[in-house]
C-alpha cells in the first residue's frame, strides 16, 4: 500500500541547516498535500509546512522566515529545507501526505515514520 518514506534527520547545531526529504510509494493516483509535521514529547504534532499540488503553501510562523518547501509531482517527493536552525527546532519531524490511490478513491491521510531532528547549541 502507500508509504511515506523520510530521509535527512540528524544532528546539527543552532544556526546550521538541514534538508528532509520524502518519497511517497504504492499505489498512488494523484497527490493534493504534502508537507511536514513535528512532534515533541509530550505534547501535540504540529504542522511545519504543507504544500498542495497547485503550490498553495501554509507555514508555521516559527518557521515561515526559515524554512522553504518543496516538492516534485513526477518524483511524488517533497523536501524541507532547514535553515537558521533552533533548539527549539527540536523534534521528530513525519512527513505528511493526503493523497488517493484510485480516481474512484476518497483522499486520506498518510503519514511518514518519523525522523529525529536535533539542534544543539
Known amino acids: 500500500q502507500v508509504q511515506l518514506v523520510e530521509s535527512g534527520g540528524g544532528l546539527v547545531q543552532a544556526g546550521g541547516s538541514l534538508r528532509l526529504s520524502c518519497a511517497a510509494s504504492?499505489?498512488?493516483?494523484?497527490?493534493?498535500?504534502m508537507g511536514w509535521y513535528r512532534q515533541v514529547p509530550g505534547k501535540q504534532r504540529e504542522l511545519v509546512a504543507t504544500?498542495?499540488?497547485?503550490?498553495?503553501?501554509n507555514f508555521a510562523d516559527s518557521v515561515k522566515d526559515r524554512f522553504t518547501i518543496s516538492r516534485d509531482n513526477a518524483k511524488k517527493t517533497v523536501d524541507l529545507q532547514m535553515n537558521s536552525l533552533k533548539i527549539e527546532d527540536t523534534a521528530v519531524y513525519y512527513c505528511?501526505?493526503?493523497?488517493?490511490?484510485?480516481?474512484?478513491?476518497?483522499?486520506?491521510?498518510?503519514w511518514g515514520q518519523g525522523t529525529q531532528v536535533t539542534v544543539s547549541a
Open positions: 504544500l498542495t499540488n497547485n503550490g498553495r503553501t
Open positions: 505528511y501526505g493526503n493523497l488517493r490511490s484510485g480516481a474512484l478513491r476518497p483522499f486520506s491521510d498518510y
Open positions: 504504492g499505489s498512488i493516483f494523484s497527490i493534493y498535500v
